[in-house]
């Protein structure tokens, strides 16, 4: 019987992908190269439900029932053989994910879509071993996966589309907000526009009119508080094209558009100054911590998530 959701690869993203399959009520199955690998991601998935119900994202009894319904496996034809969804979350290397991929569509009836969670391979690459491509699929959950609702579900050059609606409403399910991508390009969709946010951010900073803290303010303080109700195109309706057409005119004549990194940034890479993990990047991290500013990004994504669920709700 084909009652389970199969995730393959246990680490950081798996993990919090298995938590929110179970949370929706699915039986999931952890699938890894050994018995450590998924004892543990089993483990971060528990963490991950039990964090969503202390902090009232998912009832007692929800968080409960998700946790009965993990499951581990080391061995990925048994576990093919229960699955109606697979999701993959391994390695970001095209070789691996290729390789993983032919084995699924060998041993998975046609039917059975096939994901990826990769952030920057394409899923037509991916597949391309595969005799039915066109049930493959990426769905690319944003970091961390078991808080940020966006799934990214992208259509590889030949995923049929009835595929990728099925898939996209299955997620709805799960708490999650998926966005169809029908092409598939490097970037999906919203790193599109996070790397036109950095490039200009880091265009800033390079020409000497703000410092990196007073640009990420600007950002957290301004735009950023209406993004998650108040995306920037309802943001043009709003104002009125007309208004929005004469501030581009005004403005993108002097605005950044490299098509290659920032020589800024480059010289920093250069130096080995890679920010956290060296100590200093556009901030001196001597004097900050990551984990603090981590603790406090993941406490504001779950503040908004209750927020905007209250207000979805309300509509």
């Not at 246990?10 to 298995?18: A, D, E, F």
Request: aromatic share 4%.
């Amino acid at each position: 019987m084909r009652d389970c959701v199969m995730v393959v690869g246990c680490g950081m993203m798996g993990s919090g992908i298995g938590a929110m399959s179970a949370l929706a009520g699915n039986r999931t199955i952890l699938v890894d190269v050994d018995e450590e690998h998924v004892n543990t991601g089993k483990e971060k998935a528990a963490a991950c439900i039990r964090l969503r119900e202390e902090n009232g994202l998912n009832t007692r009894e929800e968080a409960a029932a998700a946790l009965d319904l993990l499951e581990t496996s080391t061995n990925i034809t048994n576990a093919a053989d229960r699955a109606f969804m697979v999701i993959e979350a391994i390695i970001e290397k095209v070789e691996a994910k290729q390789a993983l991929f032919a084995q699924l569509d060998s041993i998975l009836p046609a039917d059975i879509a096939i994901c990826s969670n990769t952030s920057g391979l394409r899923i037509t690459d991916i597949s391309k071993k595969c005799v039915y491509p066109e049930r493959t699929v990426t769905t690319h959950f944003w970091l961390p996966a078991h808080l940020v609702p966006l799934v990214e579900v992208v259509m590889g050059d030949r995923t049929d589309l009835e595929v990728a609606e099925k898939v996209r409403d299955e997620l709805k399910k799960w708490k999650k907000a998926p966005v169809l991508v029908r092409r598939d390009l490097p970037g999906q969709l919203a790193n599109r526009v996070f790397q036109a946010i950095i490039r200009e951010s880091i265009d800033i900073v390079a020409s000497g009119l703000a410092t990196a803290e007073d640009v990420d303010t600007a950002i957290a303080a301004g735009m950023a508080m209406r993004f998650p109700v108040w995306g920037p195109l309802m943001h043009l309706d709003a104002v009125g094209t007309d208004l929005g057409l004469s501030v581009q005119q005004t403005v993108l004549p002097g605005i950044c558009a490299d098509k290659e990194a920032n020589i800024y940034i480059s010289d920093m890479v250069e130096r080995g100054d890679l920010g956290a993990k060296t100590g200093k990047g556009f901030y001196d991290w001597s004097q900050r911590s990551m984990n603090d500013n981590m603790k406090k990004r993941d406490r504001f994504i779950i503040e908004a998530v209750k927020i905007t669920e209250r207000l979805n709700n309300q509509i």
